[in-house]
């Protein structure tokens, strides 16, 4: 029986999970606001909708789950021992969309940053943030 719901609408309520102001989210906006760098958040007019802006400074920043987006070599990048297909499919279709999205996004002029999830539970994250931003602007 084909599934009512698409495949992302599904993949969202299987894992009960949160796409807009996650923790790691906030997270990145914290260190932002301490840094006084002013952002725009869920900017839905550029490819990827990225999650936060710097207008002023033409960077469109991604804060990436571990386990949605693939971080390689990353304990939380895992894929569960059920489903295994199904998952394998889901993720990459999520990193082929990442990749062509940062295309998008570079040609039309735009920086791309992405953090992932756990690096923003290191008290490092703002260093991490600052050094990010100085190789892009
Ligand atoms: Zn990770």
Redesign the pocket.
């Known amino acids: 029986m084909a599934d009512i719901f698409s495949v992302k609408k599904r993949s969202l309520i299987m894992a009960g999970v949160k796409t807009k102001n996650t923790a790691p989210e906030r997270k990145v906006k914290s260190v932002l606001k301490r840094l006084r760098i002013k952002y725009r958040s869920n900017v839905a007019s550029l490819p990827g909708k990225p999650d936060l802006v710097l207008i002023d400074k033409r960077v469109a920043l991604f804060v990436n789950g ?1 386990f949605w987006h693939l ?1 390689k070599n ?1 304990s ?2 895992k894929l569960p021992s059920t489903n295994k297909a199904f998952w394998r499919n889901k993720i990459i279709s999520n990193v082929h969309r990442d990749k062509n999205v940062s295309v998008a996004l570079k040609r039309l002029g735009w920086k791309v940053i992405t953090i ?4 923003t539970k290191s008290h490092k994250i703002e260093a991490l943030l600052m050094k990010k931003l100085k190789h892009k602007i």
Do not use: G, I, N, R
Request: glycine share 0%; net charge positive; aromatic share 12%.
């Open positions: 571990c971080h990353c939380k990048a992932w999830e756990c690096k």
